[in-house]
């Protein structure tokens, strides 16, 4: 439990995990970079090995107080967090997360609206298992209840989520979880504890891809699992028998990314907001899926729950095919072509959202482009925006 509970989550973002035995007196937690540890006889390495490691040096893949400063931050940043495992990337965290949770007969309920490997982690590794994944309307709330089976152990949410920025009632399905025994972990990669802390609405367990905001330049893949009261052994345990770890130099640039992250996001976010806001005027445009504006689904859910919008979102073009949708990206000069987002830098990609549901069937009037709004001018952005639907118009013709 942190005991930083009355300070708030900007003055948390600069404080976390920096404590003087780690730092030695310079302001960062240096990398400490070591598979060997040695001890003084005999005798210690006896009694080291025979305590609990946490925090303590005992072999590398225990980590070493660089990874434990990171891990310590980001638990500061979820009232009410008893503690938090890296992992080294996004998908690695779903992963150490699920196989904690779930065994041979069981059964998880996933949000249809879930990262496509998240997906592809249950019907796949999972599966073969011996767990069976049933797929759910992210718009569902309530009605989860109806879902819930003898044999569920986990729902897995994302909100909003990946690609079309559906927002969940969280707090509806943690009610309908808890009443039923049943644990919930949620994709909380595009809030952030920021925006969106849920450890506090009763997650159970909250999944960063550190790769995205927390890193925040593009240079580092690394994932988090922050559990919730009394869920961090049984993480801890599952992990280490994974055998994850990430190296300390990777531990080093996510924790010097996190601690800009407040102000990198402000920033995200009012850019984004203005560009969608133009978007939504533009005649090109059919529907903008940002949860920010009224056009997304579950809009009223994100304005009742969120401290606020990230930099990532998608809008629907008004109608066109993918040659239409390609030269308007192509056109960009400012948005790389390239996934992952979170980082400085603006991106745009083509998507196709029907090929990752199993359960909902939303029809489009056309493509959809998903756009993450780096830290340039939103002037530049707009300009370059403006070329690019000229080139979708001329598409058309
Ligand atoms: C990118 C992403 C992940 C996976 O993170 P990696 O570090 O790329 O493995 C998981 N969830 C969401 C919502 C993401 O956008």
Redesign the pocket.
């Known amino acids: 439990m942190s005991d930083h509970d009355d300070i708030r989550p900007a003055t948390r973002l600069v404080t976390g995990g920096r404590r003087a035995e780690w730092t030695a007196g310079v302001v960062n937690t240096p990398v400490w970079r070591a598979s060997t540890i040695l001890y003084d006889d005999v005798a210690h390495l006896r009694t080291t090995g025979a305590r609990d490691t946490h925090h303590r040096l005992f072999y590398g893949r225990r980590g070493t107080p660089t990874q434990w400063s990171l891990a310590d931050a980001l638990t500061e940043l979820e009232p009410g967090a008893e503690g938090t495992f890296l992992y080294p990337?996004?998908?690695?965290?779903?992963a150490a997360c699920l196989l904690t949770l779930l065994s041979p007969g069981d059964e998880m309920l996933l949000v249809d609206s879930?990262?496509d490997?998240?997906r592809g982690l249950s019907d796949k590794l999972l599966a073969r298992m011996g767990v069976t994944t049933r797929y759910y309307d992210p718009l569902i709330g309530a009605g989860i209840a109806d879902l819930i089976g003898e044999r569920t152990r986990v729902i897995f949410i994302?909100s909003p989520g990946?690609l079309t920025f559906e927002v969940q009632d969280v707090p509806a399905i943690v009610a309908a979880a808890k009443a039923r025994g049943v644990a919930t972990v949620i994709?909380n990669?595009?809030a952030t504890p920021l925006l969106f802390p849920v450890v506090e609405r009763g997650v159970d367990y909250s999944?960063l891809?550190?790769?995205?905001y927390i890193g925040g330049h593009s240079d580092v893949?690394?994932?988090s699992v922050t559990a919730g009261p009394g869920r961090f052994a049984a993480l801890r345990d599952t992990s280490f028998q994974l055998g994850q770890v990430v190296s300390a130099d990777d531990a080093y640039l996510a924790a010097r990314g996190l601690r800009t992250m407040g102000v990198r996001l402000e920033r995200h976010e009012a850019s984004a907001m203005r560009i969608a806001q133009w978007l939504a005027t533009r005649p090109e445009v059919a529907q903008v899926l940002h949860p920010a504006l009224p056009s997304c689904p579950g809009h009223d859910i994100w304005k009742r729950d969120f401290k606020g919008a990230a930099g990532?979102f998608s809008f629907v073009l008004a109608g066109g095919d993918d040659a239409a949708r390609t030269a308007l990206i192509d056109t960009l000069d400012h948005f790389g072509i390239g996934?992952?987002?979170?980082g400085f830098e603006s991106l745009a990609i083509p998507v196709d959202p029907q090929r990752h549901r199993s359960v909902t069937d939303r029809a489009f009037a056309g493509p959809v482009v998903r756009l993450q709004i780096g830290l340039e001018d939103a002037d530049d952005l707009i300009a370059d925006l403006e070329r690019g639907l000229a080139a979708w118009r001329a598409a058309q013709a």
């Open positions: 990337s996004g998908v690695a965290a779903v879930a990262y490997p998240t994302e990946s994709d990669t595009w999944i891809a550190c790769t995205k893949m690394m994932g990532l996934y992952s987002w979170g």
